[in-house]
């Protein structure tokens, strides 16, 4: 039982390029977020998934998109990276909503030149 | 306690002493806390939460104590050990269970002194 998974741990990118950072959960959970999280400040919920087939925007969603692929899997997309992006992303899922205990991912790390 | 400048707290404790990090929470209609661990590298983890029909809850070795009066959580880890060196952060919710209504603090970097 892996917990919540995410793919790259680290990336670099430069301005204006696009990536994808995944994230995987095997605990059957319904719900699946992201969130960044920047020195000084607290976890910011960028996008969240209610359940499969739903996505809803969070606090800070400009410049990204998200896709729930299935239970398990929920994709963040930058599509023109910029600098104020860099920042340490989590993945979290938890069975019902953002009140039920929340299970993190070990967070990619993004910078963008 | 919790910082919302860009440098953390920090509270170093010497191994097998208590330590006490502080929280103060920013809205009175919040019904539902919780403390996170979070080593360096690595994603939060759950501590032990609160809901506010109550003012205090024991874990193992943690204790979390809510005062609504004057919106302050604070998380008390018994005989701190060299692995519970990480930052600490508390979270809020308001009620309805709203999935934007989770709001987390900056956090309180805790030191243990071997």
């Known amino acids: 039982n892996a917990g919540v998974t995410q793919t790259p741990k680290f990336q670099v990118l430069k301005t204006g390029q696009s990536m994808t950072l995944q994230c995987a959960q095997d605990?059957?959970?319904?719900?699946m977020y992201w969130y960044r999280q920047d020195p000084g400040m607290g976890l910011r919920l960028i996008y969240y998934?209610?359940?499969?087939?739903?996505?809803d925007k969070g606090e800070v969603p400009n410049g990204y998109n998200v896709s729930r692929l299935n239970k398990r899997e929920f994709s963040l997309r930058l599509e023109s990276a910029a600098p104020s992006q860099t920042s340490v992303y989590f993945c979290?899922?938890?069975?019902?909503?953002?009140?039920?205990?929340?299970?993190f991912g070990p967070g990619t790390r993004l910078t963008v030149l | 306690g919790e910082s919302v400048g860009l440098h953390l707290p920090t509270l170093s404790v010497q191994e097998g002493d208590n330590s006490i990090i502080n929280c103060a929470y920013s809205?009175?209609?919040?019904?539902?806390f919780i403390w996170y661990k979070q080593e360096s590298g690595k994603g939060p983890q759950f501590i032990i939460d609160?809901?506010?029909?109550?003012d205090k809850r024991q874990g193992q070795r943690v204790t979390v104590l809510l005062n609504k009066t004057v919106k302050h959580l604070s998380l008390q880890i018994a005989a701190t050990q060299p692995g519970d060196s990480a930052v600490y952060f508390c979270?809020?919710?308001?009620?309805?269970?709203?999935?934007?209504?989770?709001?987390f603090g900056t956090g309180t970097k805790l030191q243990v002194i071997p």
């Open positions: 605990m059957n959970h319904n719900s």
């Open positions: 609160i809901r506010s029909n109550m």
């Open positions: 979270a809020e919710s308001l009620p309805g269970g709203g999935y934007q209504k989770v709001t």
């Open positions: 809205n009175s209609a919040s019904d539902y």
């Open positions: 979290a899922s938890s069975m019902t909503d953002a009140t039920d205990t929340q299970y």
């Open positions: 998934s209610a359940s499969e087939g739903t996505t």
